[in-house]
């Protein structure tokens, strides 16, 4: 990035600060990276009208994994931001914050499958690059956040921390008198992080609000429904505060909405995912994939087709990996995001197997017969896409529940009585009650296709991050790890579809001029003189020659002298009647890659 202003700088300082930001509250140590970003970003770097300096960036964030938040998945960790309060705060800050150092004592923190978690947690510690909360606090007040309300945040942090704790007898008015006095302290401390009364908070998680005929009515709740609208208090709070927080990053930007220059748009999303236990969030990032393959496949096509018009050479059809089917499957009409959005509409009062059992089954009986659906065979719990990545199995468990992700109105309206300074503004990004109209899976959709069109105005290239091995080792690159990668970002498939379109495009000039050695000595010699038209110069009266101005048509000689020599030296090398795998543009030579090996070592034999 070019800067030559105070306040181009001061942007670019702004967008490297936003970095330890993002992924404090939005990576986490999955089992195949230690610092796996878990949402998509769109940054839009904005640059002065005469594209010389930076002015400003945007950023926009796509399906942050809250889920992970109060169930992170068996062997990775949570938000790196959870272990960076643990670790860095000093012992009379965590006595503050009502925390203790040992994050085994955080439900959050360890999986349910297990009630010590070890080894991701261990990972994150030692991880060279995590982000100390010090370098966290310096980037909050890098983009303007003061030193009252960076203890804010760590204060609502820890609150959602410590919720993971407050269990099902603390809030129950039946056994409350039966339960332990450390349930109460953490009920109290939980109520005293967030700025609310302990007395409304214990109601508000123990009961269901009932409104009948303006008369309001608390009916008790089940354990089972107790976890469930807690989790969700915990997931919507975080969800708020890291909305607000990228709202802070790009409100404190120089960047204008009004803004006219150039700009250039980055959009980071998690690669195509395939893990041991796959759920509604690795749906809905290979659904993503899905489309970013479909639009890099007619983006290169495109760009091929033009090459072709543009050298004058027909355009024959290239065989692809046409994914069109697979993104029929996710968003066509009765297909599995209607499906998943219609189950939510039916609200079934199953438990969870009953549920997930259900969605299966209606998922069988309308798409069965689809091209890329299957089911396995060991479970009624699962089925299968075709990706073009690979077979992707998915579990419905919690399905249904997380696309719902119910807001709870009542949640919000203990939140609004906060004497946290810090609560209001967080509240403004409180996600809207559930509804078959703002499911996750259609607000993802929705989303996804505005970034689309977006993408679809511009100039589009494309990056592939590959991971040489799981070690973080220098010089070593795991070939299966590798290719497995290469195959599910698209490039295998990309280098497949080059390989059929003559990939090798080299000027008439540049291929005379580096292998008219490969021709007899006579056609040699007569190659280059018809290559360099000479034109002689006339003599003026003083006897000395003016300029050599070239004759009308003389770049048109030399292109054409340039293509016979391409031509003579293909007939000789390949033979007079090779005419397979190349084709002869206005200005380009066009083969295949083995061809051009060939040229290359018949031209090294020579020495």
């Known amino acids: 990035m070019s800067t030559t202003t105070d306040e181009a700088q001061a942007s670019k300082t702004r967008i490297q600060g936003a970095l330890p930001l993002l992924e404090a509250f939005g990576n986490a140590t999955t089992t195949l990276n230690q610092n796996s970003s878990r949402f998509a970003k769109f940054t839009t770097v904005k640059y002065d009208q005469h ?103 760590l204060q609502v942090v ?204 209606k998922f069988v009986s309308h798409l069965e017969r689809h091209e890329k659906f299957f089911r396995p065979l060991t479970t009624k719990e699962a089925f299968g896409c075709c990706h073009y990545a690979g077979d992707v199995v998915y579990s419905t468990a919690k399905f249904v529940a997380k696309n719902k992700e119910k807001a709870i109105q009542e949640h919000k309206d203990i939140l609004n009585k906060s004497t946290v300074a810090l609560m209001p503004a967080i509240l403004e990004f409180w996600p809207m009650g559930s509804s078959h109209r703002n499911t996750i899976v259609s607000a993802f959709q929705s989303s996804l296709n505005d970034l689309f069109g977006v993408l679809k105005q511009t100039e589009t290239q494309f990056i592939r991050c590959i991971k040489p091995n799981s070690q973080a080792c220098p010089q070593s690159f795991d070939t299966k790890k590798v290719v497995q990668q290469l195959r599910a970002c698209g490039v295998v498939e990309s280098i497949r579809i080059s390989a059929q379109g003559l990939p090798c495009r080299v000027p008439f000039d540049t291929f005379a001029q580096e292998y008219t050695i490969l021709l007899p000595f006579h056609l040699r010699h007569r190659s280059l003189r018809a290559a360099v038209p000479k034109v002689a110069p006339r003599k003026s009266r003083k006897g000395r020659a003016p300029p050599v101005t070239p004759r009308r048509g003389t770049k048109k000689v030399v292109a054409c002298a340039a293509q016979d020599t391409t031509r003579a030296i293909i007939n000789h090398v390949f033979g007079d009647s090779s005419t397979d795998g190349f084709a002869y543009g206005t200005t380009k030579v066009f083969l295949k890659d083995q061809h051009l090996a060939k040229l290359q070592h018949a031209k090294w034999n020579l020495y």
Not at 61 to 88: A, C, G, Q
Not at 345 to 351: A, G, I, P, S, V
Request: glycine share 4%.
């Open 51 to 153: 594209g010389h300096s930076v002015n400003g960036t945007c950023i926009q964030t796509f399906l942050l994994e809250r889920s992970r938040v109060t169930d992170k998945p068996e062997n990775e960790s949570n938000f790196h931001i959870f272990y960076m309060l643990l670790r860095d705060c000093t012992d009379d800050e965590l006595v503050s914050l009502h925390l203790v150092r040992n994050q085994n004592e955080y439900a959050y923190l360890t999986s349910s499958e297990s009630t010590c978690l070890q080894e991701p947690s261990q990972r994150v510690l030692k991880h060279s690059r995590d982000i100390s909360l010090h370098q966290f606090r310096e980037a909050l007040s890098l983009i303007g956040i003061e030193d009252d309300l960076q203890w804010q945040i």
């Open 158 to 361: 820890s609150g959602i921390l410590l919720l993971g704790r407050v269990s099902h007898a603390s809030v129950c008015k039946k056994i409350i008198d039966s339960c332990s006095g450390a349930n109460e302290y953490i009920l109290a401390s939980v109520a005293s992080l967030l700025g609310i009364a302990c007395e409304d908070l214990r109601i508000n998680l123990a009961n269901r609000v009932l409104v009948v005929r303006d008369e309001t009515m608390y009916k008790p709740l089940t354990k089972t429904d107790f976890l469930t609208l807690r989790d969700s208090f915990g997931k919507m709070l975080y969800t708020s505060l890291f909305d607000w927080l990228v709202e802070v990053l790009n409100t404190n930007d120089t960047a204008s909405a009004e803004t006219t220059g150039p700009w250039i748009g980055i959009f980071d999303i998690f690669g195509f995912e395939d893990n041991t236990a796959n759920s509604l969030e690795q749906l809905c990032i290979n659904y993503a994939n899905e489309k970013l393959q479909n639009y890099f496949t007619d983006t290169f096509l495109k760009h091929e087709q033009r090459v072709f018009k543009d050298e004058g050479l027909p355009w024959d059809d290239i065989d692809i990996t046409d994914n069109t089917a697979v993104i029929e499957l996710f968003e066509g009409h009765c297909m599995l995001f209607q499906l998943l959005d219609e189950e939510c509409r039916l609200n079934r009062q199953n438990d969870a197997h009953a549920t997930a059992q259900a969605l299966c089954s």
